[in-house]
């Protein structure tokens, strides 16, 4: 039998961990990159290739690391350390539990610079800079912002405090009394913005590009784009998943919590859109990719609409809370390893965490100020960091992690920990996640490096 519970904590309720795993799940990614995608690539076509994306790598991995951490009950490292001895294999299997930390330590280290630039926007938009809606404005402050070394830094290090502090305060005290009020707060201003864009914006042409299926874009390129942001937007190979199934309940179905899971974070990604594109298209502007869609287009098209400066701010509180939710998820993992490892406080390892993670972020801070020339490859630090982690790590770590849930750990072992609702449900995902899954990520893998290219 696993154990109970974990010397980490413990979810109160079923409800309280999908709360935390969606608000991991629903970050920066889905609110600047799914909308985007999913126009740009033949909208309900690609809708339909994501969806089932999602069920084919994204299902079976999200329960094979909530089932790895639900078993062991510890950090990913000690975790998967317990599990290879336990099925008499090699236990250098914990390397993996390390990769699945570091993943999302550096991860973070930039996600709180973008995170800090939308505590910059909401001050901006609540002052009503953006209000005249003129597009040479915006350009400038979102130049002079990003390129002002300290500005940056200040509302980046204000994020990160903000999102240890909570790591420092524990599973119980921390993540999950906020997370009870921040959750439902940005899925209600999400809506009141899609309620704005349905009476305000241009709803219909926002319909029309985000779901009139276009079945020419649909190539094979977009295909791979659907199935690697499956795993990013789901938070995959980065531990997150894997330290929140340590504090399940030992009797919830995982499969089924699994399904609630990623439906929820699909659902929150096509809202983002519907409460996007509508915007945008009333200002007759072009939607476009990254973060220059919600840090220079969108504020042109709020300044443009009636009552824009309120709207405005309601969005950049949301993107803040949607990120705050992400980030605690992506601390979590390396915070249990340092605790069980050299037996410090939770409160000594958040601080010193948080002190790695900042002087991390320097390097992204400087990717738009001092050091923007290209290190390697064309790209900067912050480019660099974001390739290397959502094209390389996330992925060979989601394969491992499903190599080592499909063929390591012993069957019976699975059947007992996923609590699946019936045999089929289980014989479904045990397929999927020793056949289907690794090559499918293989193939998604093998194209981010360019293999299929040169
Ligand atoms: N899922 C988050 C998003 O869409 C990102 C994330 C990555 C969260 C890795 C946790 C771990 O923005």
Sequence with gaps: MSKAESLHGQWRSRWTYFLAATGSAVGLGNIWKFPYIAGEYGGGAFVLVYLLCIVVVGWPVLIAEAAIGRRGR??????????????????????????????????????????????????????????????????????????DFSAVLGYSTLFLSITMLCIGRGVEKG???????????????????????????????????????????????????????????????????????AYTPARMSLPRSAVDIAVADTFIALLAGLALFPILFASDLEPQQGP??????????????????????????????????????????????????????????????????????????????????????????FQLLDYITSNLLLPLVSLGTAIFAGWVVRRPVLEETLRARSRAVFTLWYGAVRWLAPIAIGLVFLSAIGFFSS
Excluded: C, Q
């Design 292 to 381: 220059g869609l919600i840090f220079l287009t969108l504020p042109i098209a709020f300044g443009n609409m009636p009552f824009g400066t309120l709207f405005g701010t309601v969005f950049f509180v949301m993107l803040a809370l949607a990120a705050y939710s992400s980030a605690i998820s992506m601390i979590e993992s390396m915070v249990t390893i340092w605790i069980e490892k050299w037996r410090v406080s939770r409160a000594f390892a958040a601080t010193v965490l948080g002190v790695i993670v900042w002087l991390l972020s320097l390097g992204t801070v400087m990717s738009f100020s001092i050091a923007h020339e290209p290190l390697l490859w064309d790209k900067n630090f």
């Design 175 to 245: 993540i999950e009394a906020s997370l009870r009020y921040v959750m439902p707060g940005m899925l209600a201003l999400l809506l009141v913005l899609v309620g704005y864009a349905m009476s305000s914006g241009d709803f219909e042409a926002g319909l029309r590009f985000l779901f009139a299926p276009d079945f020419s874009a649909l190539t094979v390129n977009a295909v791979l784009v659907a199935l690697g942001h499956a795993f990013f937007t789901l938070g995959l190979g980065a531990g997150a998943m894997m330290i929140y199934g």
């Design 74 to 147: 510890k950090s990913p490292l000690n975790s998967m350390l317990d599990l290879a001895r336990a099925a008499g294999a090699s236990p250098h299997w914990r390397w993996l539990g390390w990769a699945h930390a570091v993943t999302g330590l550096l991860i973070l280290s930039f996600y709180t610079v973008i995170a800090g630039w939308s505590l910059f926007y909401i001050v901006e938009s609540a002052a009503g800079i953006f209000a005249t809606g003129e597009r040479a404005v915006v350009e400038r402050v979102f130049r002079d912002f990003t390129g």
